[in-house]
């Protein structure tokens, strides 16, 4: 109803994802994407993930005063800055949010690993670990979830292979879509998704590895790609 009337609100939901979710046996409901299921004409719907909690600020005082729904996810589990090469904090005191946009963390020639919100910290130390055995694989953080950054995919679609890992349902998730949006653009690389796919008991931090979420399960994913 809100978006038939052109409403124009803010939800957040600060549960959104696997990582600490110690309530017993879970069946994962993680399938915020289905808020982006309006008709597409004229729908300024928006869903943000941040990485970080700077980056967090950045979304939010970019986005305030905008039209329509805008839905920002986030979890309760804790998460680290994300850092350039050099230590440096990728989102500082000068970051400036720019909706839509994809962002890159680091830069790759043989492929492209795509995530967001707590996921990224965990791909991006999959990454790390991939360039120091050779592969030069990049990471790219994608803080606005159901719009398509035309540039980025054409700067990863054009490389060997795509690997999207999220902390979302498998069969509604980023990773459901974003093969498709790569095909109709004619672009073909090699592609995986890690996602949730399983349901799960009580636990804490056990749920990243137990749905391959980890840093160790990722590299692999990469390898197996590359």
Not at 69 to 98: H, M, N, Q
Request: aromatic residues 8%; charged residues 25%.
């Amino acid at each position: 109803m809100a978006r038939l009337n052109d409403a124009n609100v803010i939800c957040h939901f600060s549960h959104s994802s696997i990582d600490q979710m110690a309530d017993n046996t879970c069946h994962y409901g993680v399938n915020m994407m289905l808020a982006h299921s309006g008709l597409p004409e004229g729908d300024k719907t928006r869903l943000y993930f941040p990485a970080d909690v700077n980056q967090l600020r950045g979304i939010m005082k970019a986005i305030w005063n905008d039209e329509g729904l805008r839905y920002v996810f986030t979890t309760r589990g804790v998460v680290p800055f994300v850092c350039t090469e050099d230590g440096a904090k990728v989102y500082g005191d000068d970051y400036v949010f720019t909706p839509g946009k994809d962002e890159i963390i680091r830069e790759g020639s043989a492929g492209y690993v795509v995530s967001y919100g707590d996921i990224l910290c965990r791909a991006l130390d999959a990454v790390e670990r991939a360039r120091a055995e050779g592969i030069d694989v990049g990471l790219v953080n994608k803080p606005t979830l159901n719009v398509i950054d035309e540039d980025m995919m054409q700067k990863i679609g054009q490389t060997g292979f795509v690997l999207v890992a999220e902390n979302q349902n498998l069969n509604t998730g980023i990773g459901s879509r974003f093969g498709t949006w790569l095909l109709e653009r004619g672009l073909t690389p090699r592609y995986g998704i890690s996602a949730v796919e399983k349901g799960g008991e009580g636990g804490v931090h056990e749920h990243i590895p137990y749905h391959h979420l980890d840093g160790d399960s990722l590299l692999a994913k990469i390898k197996s790609l590359a």
